[in-house]
Structure formats: structure tokens, C-alpha cells
């Protein structure tokens, strides 16, 4: 199938052509934990299945009967969002929000439902005001400071740290920890949050939040290179709830341990989601299988995007320019760009690894000159 169809026709992106929306990848794990508490009975009635290739918990949208789809909850329109990440359904959730009666916009839940679908389109202003309005009269809301957590630690802000303290009293230790942990930089103290997390994690029964645990558990394994420790909590993590950032996560400890060929097998290669798409692509190029149709449609598409400043995929687009087609300075703007809505580990990371390749490609330019 075409790249187009793949990451979403034009037409499709047009009504969001300013906006900056979510950049899936792995975009925040915190912003995973806020899906799974909107969404909790139908995440714990998934089960558990282990498997090399996580098994979507939903029929795709080709198996979905239309009736059903038209009659979806914001809740499980959040769920197929955070399994598939498909903008449209983002669209869908807010004109659903958008004719509620109006007794019910001052609703707590219709409050966190917008601002989950505010900090999905990188309007964090917006989502972090609904979440503290949310608060001002339930000051322990769950949900609510689960929220705030999340909008503080992709912006960096150094509230995060209290926002992440504020959730032992209103979940539990675990959520507390897991929380903090993501804001750790040094390698020692990764691996001694995750030794911390799989102990006390184990100690207590699975809960709606347990995938998002998982998920942290595994992300501090990767980055602080136990790999398999890794490996076993991504498995757990996506068999609970397979959604699209923590599937991206896998792939890339798999890109880390140069297994390209297990990456083409775990995505498809019909992908819809840019996170995962573009990890195949840089996979196939490592492995020599990748048609190069379907790097010109992509390239395409994406500088189609960027001529639209239609950054909801900037995270990816970078990726794309850095790894599987060169363009090095496009790549440095789109890191950029993605650097001002989201400012995690993964995104400081990109715009170094651009600043550095860059100063390499200038090095060697003035060398050139020189010779």
C-alpha cells in the first residue's frame, strides 16, 4: 500500500493544518497512565497475552461495524487512539465533546476528556488550565492530578516533581515512583528507580495502571542498558495494552540491539501510526529491504506537512531526516520544533544527535576546503 494511505491522505490533515498535534512515538508515559484510568474497565477486561506480536485489543476500523463506531464513548474513542493513532479518531472524540448539552461542559470527566484530547494535540496550556480547574474543587481527583503530572513532565517544568509526589496520596507509592522516575537522568539513578519499581510493583495485585508501570519499568531498563530487564516488562506492558508509544518503545530497544529483522516482523508493514511506521523504515534500510517508493511518498508527504506547518509528527519527521533519508538540516529544524511542545529525555536526545551530525557534516565541509 502507498505511504499516503499509510500516514493519511492531505485531505485528511487539512482541518489540522496549524496544529500541533500528538506526535504518538512514545510520546508521554504519564499521558498513557491519564488513557488507562479514563478507560479502566475496558483495559482490565482485555486479559493478558503473551506474545512476540501484541494483538490490538479493538477491530480495526475495516472490522468494526459503522453502527458501532458512530456510537463510540469518548472514553473508548481515547482507547483506540493510544492502540491505533488515528488523528481521525481524536477529530471524532472532540465534535462528540463539542454537542454535549451544555449542563454537562462543567462536568469533571467532560473536563479531563478534553484536556487528555488538548495535550494529545500538544495544546498544553489549554489541557494543564482544565486539569487545575478540575482540581480547584477536587483537589485529590485522581484522574486530575494524574493529568497535571503528565502536561508538567513533557514540558520540563519543575513542578513536575510535586505533581509526581501529589499521586502516592491520591493512587498509590507505585504510581508516585513510577511518576518520579521518568523525570531521572543519570544512569545509576535509572537503575536504581527501576530496581526500586519492579520490588514494590511486585507486591502488589495488577491494577489498571499496571501497564503504564510496566512501561516505565521498561523504559528506565532500556535507557540504562539491561536490556533484557527491558525486553520482559515492554512484552508485559503490550500485552495489557498495546498502545502505539509503548510498542514504539520496543521497537526502538530493538533498533538498539541492531534486530532488524525482528522489527519487520513486529510491525506491520501496512502501519498506520507514523511511530511505528517510520521505525520500520529505518529498520528496513539497515536490513536492505526497503523500497525506495515508499521513502519518495513518504519524503513527500512529509515536506507537504512541513510546507503546512503541520508538526503533530515532528518527533518522527526528524527521525525520518536523520535515519533513513538524510537531509540533515530539515532534520535540526523539525527536532526544533519538536523540542518546543515536548521536552523529554528521547527529544533533548534527537536535537543533540542532529547538532552533532550537523557539526560533523560542517567539519567536514571546512576540511574539503581545505584539502
Known sequence: SSTSNAMGSDASNASGTNRRRSSLGRFVCLAMSAALLIVAPQVLAHGVHHAEQPTRQLESPDETPAKARDQETIAELIQRYSLEGDDHLIEKARQILDQQPARLTSDSQTKLHRAWLAQAEH????????ADEVLSTQPGHPQGLLMRAAILTVLGDPRATAACHSLVAALDLTAGLACQAQLLDGELDQTLAMQKLITISGLQSSNELSPWVDSVIADLARTSGHYAI???YYRRSSAAFPSVQVRSAHVDLMLLQQQYSRVLAYVDPTETAPA????RMVAGINAGVTRPKDLTETDQQFRRWV???DFKHAREMA?????VKPDLELAHQLA???LQTQREREDRALLERTNRLLGDKEQNSLVGLNY
Not at 511505528?276 to 521505525?279: I, N, S
Request: glycine residues 0%; proline residues 0%.
Open 123 to 130: 495544546q498544553f496550556a489549554s489541557a494543564l488550565a482544565l
Open 230 to 232: 527491558a525486553e520482559r
Open 276 to 279: 511505528l511506521a517510520v521505525r
Open 307 to 309: 510546507a503546512r506547518e
Open 319 to 323: 527521525m525520518f531526516y536523520l535515519d
Open 336 to 338: 526544533s520544533i519538536n
